[in-house]
């Protein structure tokens, strides 16, 4: 399955990407603002993909691997749409994560679009969310600019400092014509 916008197509995960995987994930710059730091090596990149590999299986959607439309051989990043479970709740969270290399480029804020395109439209849920660090500004943008509003702070990470919950719902996408 893939998904194109007007420069990146987005497609299911495989397991080939593992290499791609631990290149972006594993970049200390890319984790800046993630609490858990970057995998810390191959294996740990491996267990994550096996798990997204999972969600796909079980619930027929969730991350895809990012590549620019004139070069769609180059992965760029990864993300999409997951159900993720915290200790006190539930969201379909809309995440990403490009390279250093890709960002700067509104990249981010077309994967979003297209992303939450897909889950309102193709999927029909009801509400997409995300969870993002508050010194994350520029994150917090792309989803201001894709339709998300603040909700409340989440405590998401074992003795770290809140996250920020942001969500859009179905019905709100729609009369704002996203």
Known sequence: ??????????????????????????????????PAGPHPDINHSHAVLEGWLEHWQTHGFGNWAVSRADRPDEIIGFGGVRIVHYDTFTINNLGYRLAVEAWGQGYATEFASTAL??????????????????????????????????????????????????????????????
């Open 117 to 178: 395109h897909y889950g309102f439209e193709a999927l029909k849920l009801d509400e997409v969310s995300a969870v993002v660090r508050k010194n994350h500004t520029a994150s917090q943008k792309v989803l201001t600019k894709c339709g998300l509003e603040f909700v409340r702070e989440v405590y998401d990470v074992k003795d770290a400092p809140p996250s920020l919950l942001y969500t859009l719902t179905r019905n709100r996408y729609r009369i704002e014509g996203q």
């Open 1 to 34: 399955m893939q998904l194109h916008s007007e420069r990146l197509i987005l497609r299911q995960v495989r397991s080939s990407d593992l290499n791609d995987l631990f290149r972006i994930y594993g970049d200390p710059a890319t984790n800046r603002f993630n």
